[in-house]
């Protein structure tokens, strides 16, 4: 994971990132199947929100790009792009 851009202020710090993986093991997908595993390599970039609140972890939110995951895994239809 690579952090693009980072922003802090006070207790909230964000961030933007790109990850690069290997698909080499089984992808769960959101109505419970799985996907076997491709061995393709895969880049998406995201962002996280994390907040503290005294001295612990109150906020944490990750969002990354689902629909590049998707296209580069084969799973979108023929045609469709993001």
Known sequence: M?????VEQGDTIASE???VATHTGPLVMP?????????KR???KGMELVQGRDGK???H???Y????????LGL???????
């Open 31 to 39: 109505d419970g199947t799985e996907l076997p595993p491709t061995g």
């Open 2 to 6: 690579t952090i693009d851009v980072i």
């Open 65 to 72: 790009d689902n629909m590049a995951l998707a296209e580069q």
């Open 61 to 63: 939110h990750m969002y």
């Open 17 to 19: 990132f790109t990850w």
């Open 42 to 44: 895969v880049a998406a």
């Open 57 to 59: 972890l109150a906020v």
């Open 76 to 82: 979108l239809p023929d045609g469709a792009s993001t």
